[in-house]
């Protein structure tokens, strides 16, 4: 007997994240050096991490043969502070990605249902499954959430509303009001999830608090993967009302969060030069690669985070051969968007290599060639 006659059978059928390509990977299949290769394909932060935190998670790892604290206090605490929220209002889990997938564990299970966009983050519909309930993906005209036709798919079985913003991959965004019209209309069966990865990017990112504070069924989630540039240590939190939190408490692994990353999380919360400093760098290259998209007469959308969307013709194509070149770049064939890529925004240089190679790209195509084969 083979062990796939043993598992669950909704396990064979559970579709698995696919990350953007690791350097060292690429470096391996194409013999390049990995120092030498540009990733813009997982929206991490091309400054680096917060230096406050990684002095902050050196200091830590001293203390390396010591149990982290299983409820992440000093970290609940700055938040408390940052967000003028209780502390019990907030969770801390292994990325953000964690916390969705166990509001799904908590909220959902056979026979019930969870509405999102169709092109939305899909963390969240692979946490749908993993719980045995339904993903209904609600199709985004131009890829915008539709909220009209999402309150239309909420029927008696829905649990779940997801919604991030801006969206990752297609840049949408709610402004507060469409925000607090679309929660005021929800039935109070429904918890309400948003998510805001890429918040600290924009200048004026919803604030779901005072739909908190209204007693609406309402979370939101939010990471250090991004503007902290803490990917690596897989630390993201959530933060609504206080009873969701412990309930959602009650199915956390015990240290869901190494003490390294707790550390730094807390340092790089103060770390408001790091912050500024990716803003800005952040702000300056989406208008650069705007630029230089439309100087290449390329369609894109660049609506907010730290990616863009860019239209070609051949993603596949455009995706391997920009490889070759040691850039990493995101196809975007889960999300059903199978002509476009996704590119994180990197710093001025990064960004000048990408749009030389593009260019590159682009015209070996038109002429038959690939960019590899010029000298
Ligand atoms: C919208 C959105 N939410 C969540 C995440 C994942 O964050 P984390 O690294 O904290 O799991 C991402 C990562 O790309 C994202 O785009």
Redesign the pocket.
Known sequence: MKYSDLVRPDVLKQPVYEPGRPIEDVAREFGLEAASILKLA??ENPLGPSPMGMEAAEKALREAHLYPDGGCWRLREALSTKFDLATDQFIITN???EFVTLLCQAFCGPGDEAVMGAQS?I?FKIGVLLAGAKPVEVPMPDMRHDLDAMLAAVNDKTKLVYI?CP??PTGDCLTQEALEAFVDQLPDHVIFCF?E??AEYSDDAPDLRPLIAKGKKVVCCR?F?KIYGL?AF?I?YAYGDAELISLINRLRAPFNVNAIAQAAATAALRDHDHVARAKQVNDAGLKQLVAGFEALGLEYRAEGGNFVLLKVENPGQIFETLQQEGIIVRPLKPYLLTQHIRITVGTETQNARLLTCLQAVLEGEESGDSASERP
Request: proline share 6%; charged share 10%.
């Open positions: 997982s929206n990325g953000s990605n983050f963390a991030p969206n990752n998510d990865a890429y990471t993967s990917a897989r993201g």
